[in-house]
């Protein structure tokens, strides 16, 4: 699939993917790939080419690791990396391979974005959800005390590879939670095909069978590549559409303590987007089941755990950084998903019971 900003890049989905690393990194002198131990151990075996053939090619590779989780996600990680980096004489035309999840991803394209004002990164994601997410669209971040995500950069990869056999070693859970994502995808206005797929092969990919998988993974880079092509720096609001659901997640995830999985809260975060859309008769009745059929589909959740209040999502959303003081969501309706501001409490309320939420 190919991303079609300035300048395009190729996103290489498949079993063996990472085969063609050294195709990708071509005929740079020097590449320090950041990992995490327990990552790169699982992908050893795949990298065997194209470590041994940067130093056939009279180049040298490091590696370099960093911890795991949000907590790793930080500016000291950032430091620590570039640090290495200088340690290693990666110099400006050189390049760093990002072979992880997402907090891999992120903190290694960041640290990528500003080492010598910017050095090119290939993204190797390992989890679902960086397959299908975070690797693509040039988002780089890491977390502060004060929240997520909150200092970063646009840097687009010069490449992604997303070799689905990494996908044999993921825990459940976090397979789960690319799943989340995959159902954003199949019920957004450019998500046909992966709907399909979804319908066609959903046993094989709950399976985890490589053929499945990388049909559907690179389905839905697709439809992130079009969306990411037409707002690659978030300035249309045609990327809002890939906040579809989050808006109600990231309250889940914050109210709930983190026990319910980020897949897991955008699954009950698409129900509760599309009831609310459907309340302000912006869609059907018809979008409320075909949401539902899809995430029940793959053994997501669509309604909320028991100890969930209203008053407590309602003021984390009214938190939320895409808020423009109010509440902001991301709803389907006549024009496609787009963020609407502020829709009447009733609307909302209504909405929150249909996902579960008592009072
Ligand atoms: N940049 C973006 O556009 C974007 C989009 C979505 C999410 N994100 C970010 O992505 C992060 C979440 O990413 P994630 O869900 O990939 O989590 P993660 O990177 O924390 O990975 C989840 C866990 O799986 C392990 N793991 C990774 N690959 C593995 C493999 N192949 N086998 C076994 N274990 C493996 C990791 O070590 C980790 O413990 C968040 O920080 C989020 O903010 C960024």
Redesign the pocket.
Known sequence: VTVAVEPPYDVVVGAGALGELSALVGDRRQVVVVS?R??FD??RDKLVGFLGGSEARGGTHGVVFMG???Q??SFAAVELLCREFAREGLLRGDAIVAL???????TA?FAAAVYHRGVAVVQA??????MV?????????V?LPEG??LV?SFHQPAAVVADTT??????EA?FR??LG?VAKYALLPQGAEVAAILDTCRTAILARDAAALEQLVAACVAVKAEIVAADPQERTGARAA?NYGHTLAHALETTSGHSLA?GEAVAIGLVFAAQLAHSLERVGADVVERTQAVIDGLGLPTTVPDDVTADSLLEVMRRDKKAKGGLTFVLPGPHGVESVDDPPIAAIDTALRAVGVAG
């Open positions: 995490q327990a990552v699982a992908c795991d989780g949000e790793a996600k992880g999840g997402g907090v891999v991803g992120d394209g994601p390992t989890t679902l959800l960086a997410d975070a690797a693509v669209g040039g988002k780089t971040a977390n997520k995500n970063g990494t996908l044999d070693s993921l825990p976090e939670c690319g994502e890939l980020h």
